[in-house]
Each structure stands twice: as C-alpha cells, then as structure tokens.
C-alpha cells in the first residue's frame, strides 16, 4: 500500500502561518523539522512581515479601540489610515494583518454577522474585537 494512514495521535498540532495568518496543515514533508516550520509557502517566506504589516496590526487595533465595543471595521478603513491615496494596494496586507491579530487572539473576522474562519474565509469580511 502506497500510502499509510497515519493515527491522530501522531498528526501534529495545526499551526498558523508567520506571514498570511492561515491555517497550515501538517506535510510529511515537513516530518524532520515541524517544530521549525513558520510559514506556508514559499511566497510567505519572501514576503515575511515587514513594518507597513506591523502598522496595519497597530492600525487595526486603533481604529477598533476608538469605536464602540460591538462595532467593526472593514481592512479598507486600515488600508485607508496608512496607505492614503494608494490604500488599494494595502487590502490584502490589511487581510493578512487581520488574520495574524485572529491568531493572536485580539479579535474575530466576521461574514455577515457571525464569526468564520479566517483561513477560509471569501469574499467581504469585517473585524471586531474580541469582547
């Protein structure tokens, strides 16, 4: 048989991407080095987290700390406050931003009103602090 079927007891813990915040699910190929693993791909190691990420994070939690406790806020008003006339450029950092503050615990991506997951999520999305 080519492929065996592994137990649960020794499929790894899932782990969260240094650069994009999604989920990364365990590769035999990563069996050696696990613990070691940070990022998901390739184009995840090049990109890193550099400082305009780091000021989105910073951004994000600004914008929320300043509005009501049940409100949220859209990564275009993250991408808006740093990026100014070329905020456009900014959306899928600020996703990613979002994402990393998910793992981190600090808040919630919503779709409609209720909490998804980041790794999967589609489409509009909206963040709010973790209450």
């Not at 048989?1 to 813990?13: F, L, S, V």
């Not at 990420?53 to 993250?78: F, G, Q, Y």
């Not at 996703?95 to 600090?106: F, K, Q, T, Y």
């Amino acid at each position: 048989m080519a492929h065996r079927k592994r137990e649960a007891a020794h499929i790894p813990q899932e782990k969260t991407c240094a650069s994009c915040g999604r989920r990364m699910e365990w590769r035999a190929k990563w069996a050696d080095n696990w613990a070691e693993v940070r990022y998901c791909s390739a184009d995840c190691r090049r990109r890193g987290v550099n400082p305009v990420d780091r000021e989105l994070e910073a951004r994000i939690l600004a914008l929320l700390s300043a509005r009501a406790v049940t409100s949220t806020i859209c990564p275009s008003d993250a991408a808006r406050a740093v990026g100014g006339e070329d905020w456009r450029a900014l959306m899928e950092p600020a996703r990613r931003a979002a994402r990393r503050l998910v793992d981190s615990g600090e808040v919630q991506i919503t779709q409609g009103g209720s909490v998804v997951d980041p790794s999967t999520a589609k489409g509009p999305i909206r963040i709010r602090k973790i209450q």
